[in-house]
């Protein structure tokens, strides 16, 4: 698949005028802290104190990534506490959709980036058996990659952004 994008010789700060749905998911989830974030949601962390100690990240960073993840409907703060005001980090029905990029980006890592094996692994509640996830053609069921798929222009492909990749 190419995409044909045009990038002017200044340093990129967003990509929020990008027409690109790959960009607009940067622009939610790019930064390096968020997914971080999110894995630790996905594992039953939602509580500040607890993320702030598990990652080591700063307290004003952690904050502004909540407050992005919050912002965009990723998250939603929950008072769990009046005395002091605490919160919850829990996920929404948009953060939860996130499973799918967060288990591919943990098993290329798997493959790239552990030889010491997988540092977690998935284990399916309906069978028992440990799993990997596989994307498939929702249509006939074959499995699909790069190599038996191709990119054609959507409804929301308003300047013909796809190429011919015939």
Known sequence: MTQLTIVEDVERKSFAAMHCSIAQTLEVIGEWWTMLIVRDAFLGVTRFDQMQERLGI??????????HLVAHGVLEKVAYSDRPLRYD???TDKGRDLFSILTSMRQWGDKYAAPDGAPLRLRHKGCGRYTEAALHCDKCG???????VRAVAGPGDLERIVASTR
Do not use: M
Not at 61 to 66: E, G, I, M
């Open 58 to 67: 700063s307290r004003n960073v952690l904050n502004q990534r909540l407050a």
């Open 89 to 91: 980090y829990l996920l």
């Open 142 to 148: 074959e499995p699909i990659d790069s190599g038996n």
